[in-house]
């Protein structure tokens, strides 16, 4: 890169990748807000079953990029896993419009197997466009975040609203088209991140061992052997409990080992610590998106059920009030990435711990506002859509506190031949999370525990109670990010 391209601003690949991530959103968000409310309304599932399934999908969606992140690494390349990634996911989208439960569990297979291969290895694209040391990659970043929440506003605003009016099923081949549209932009504009390294096939990759087919074809034709398995975790989502737990162990040797090896090849005493903080962040990251991915499970279903969305005469779709987070990430991501630098020149821009635990207190402060909603109840034992609101409001801002910085913490905490590995192994922890997430959804809903449909004053009541839990029990966690916050700055050595 050239002093000259510094001083002008961001890489141009970055736009390129804004784009092409944001279309890969549309069809992620557009497959995420409709499924919930599909599989209960639809295909008839319970709440906890939808919950449970949803967690499993969700939560296999983020184990992927373990997976994605290794063979790009190891195989195929980053440019390469993207590709393939946008293709499975593309057709995955395509496969649900079959209408049956097959075929949506097969298309979700196809799903998270493609954005394993997407997700982790675009990231890694965006921090290879920026130099050690160079202070606008936080902001680089933030800026490709609000991408993601572009995308992420269009899906629930025109996906959601196409699938609950028109048919889920033309909800579902908008979000297929989105992918598409992510994947020409990807490709057209190739040349514009092309000073990344590592974006073809690896020297490994690129050795054969079956007539013309090399290691990295066999690794994209292996790949759909992975789709039934998802299909059967998916439907057998207990088995998530031990493969979860299992790959986070697997993950902390290896980024530990790594570390250990960097420091003895390079005659320093900081990989191994920075790897340890990597996995303190992971257990802290799990925390907060278990809670805040309650949007695509109980606060859609609570939506449905006891909020008034009544606007001047037109109901709002419930999945439509999960548009709020995406709304506010645009409106105040910029504000934001320009707030991070102006406090870095000021010398007040505070740690990467008080970041994490100021973000989990604004998640909490959002889920005891339904207390407040409790008190504006109407006859319908509904509150006003102003409750939602300020929820996503305060979720959105603690978001905004969190999750772009910890996008650029791992790129900056992991050694460079594991860059891939690390951002598979961050994407771990949103899969544990989104798991969990599913989980803590089952128990709310409007069944009891022994299977009867609750009245809405009994669900409403069921609701606010698990919120309030919620609300309370994350704000001890961001207490105790707070007053541990040097112990992990010491093990971060210098990563700001």
Aim: with cysteine.
């Amino acid at each position: 890169m050239t002093n000259n391209q510094i001083k002008q601003g961001h890489p141009q690949g970055l736009m390129t990748l804004f784009f092409s991530e944001m279309w890969e959103r549309v069809c992620y968000y557009g497959m995420r807000v409709l499924l919930t409310l599909y599989l209960v309304k639809s295909l008839m599932k319970g709440d906890a079953d939808a919950a449970l399934i949803y967690g499993a999908y969700t939560g296999l969606v983020y184990a992927a990029p373990i997976l994605g992140g290794k063979m790009a690494d190891k195989f195929l390349g980053y440019r390469n896993a993207v590709l393939l990634g946008a293709i499975l996911m593309a057709i995955g989208e395509f496969l649900i419009l079959g209408g049956s439960e097959q075929f949506l569990m097969i298309g979700m297979g196809a799903l998270i197997i493609g954005n394993g291969y997407f997700k982790a290895n675009i990231s890694t694209i965006v921090g290879k466009l920026y130099e050690d040391g160079d202070p606008r990659r936080d902001s680089g970043f933030t800026i490709f975040y609000i991408g993601i929440n572009i995308g992420a506003l269009l899906a629930t605003t025109v996906i959601a609203y196409v699938g609950e009016t028109y048919g889920f099923k033309y909800g579902f081949g908008l979000a297929g088209i989105g992918m598409l549209l992510g994947l020409i932009i990807f490709w057209t504009g190739r040349n514009n991140y092309a000073a990344a390294e590592g974006l073809g096939f690896t020297e490994e990759g690129k050795q054969k061992v079956f007539g013309p087919l090399n290691k990295a074809h066999m690794v994209g034709i292996l790949s759909l052997l992975l789709i039934p398995v998802c299909y059967f975790l998916i439907l057998q989502n207990s088995w998530m409990d031990y493969i979860l737990i299992g790959l986070f162990l697997f993950i902390s040797f290896t980024l530990i080992k790594a570390g250990i090896t960097a420091d003895a090849e390079q005659k320093v005493s900081i990989w191994k610590d920075r790897m340890i903080a990597l996995l303190i962040f992971m257990i802290i990251n799990i925390t907060f998106w278990a809670c805040f991915e309650q949007a695509g499970t109980s606060l859609t279903l609570f939506a449905d059920r006891n909020v008034d969305r009544s606007i001047f005469g037109w109901e709002m779709p419930a999945s439509m009030t999960q548009f709020f987070n995406p709304f506010f990430i645009i409106v105040f991501g910029s504000i934001f990435s320009v707030m991070w630098v102006k406090l870095a020149n000021i010398g007040k821009n505070p740690s990467i711990p008080l970041k994490f635990a100021f973000g989990i207190l604004q998640l909490a402060l959002g889920f005891l506002v339904t207390n407040v909603g409790l008190q504006f109840v109407n006859e319908a034992y509904q509150v006003p859509l102003i409750t939602l609101v300020v929820l996503y409001l305060l979720h959105t801002t603690g978001e905004l506190f969190l999750s772009p910085i910890g996008l650029s913490m791992v790129t900056k905490l992991s050694p460079k031949n594991i860059a891939g590995t690390a951002m598979g192994a961050w994407f771990l922890s949103f899969a544990i999370a989104n798991y969990v997430g599913g989980k803590i959804a089952s128990l709310t809903g409007g069944h009891s525990d022994s299977g009867q449909v609750l009245t809405a004053a009994e669900g409403l009541d069921k609701y606010i109670s698990i919120f309030s839990t919620i609300g309370f029990v994350l704000i001890g966690i961001s207490l105790l990010i707070i007053i541990f916050n040097k112990p992990l700055k010491k093990l971060m050595h210098g990563v700001v």
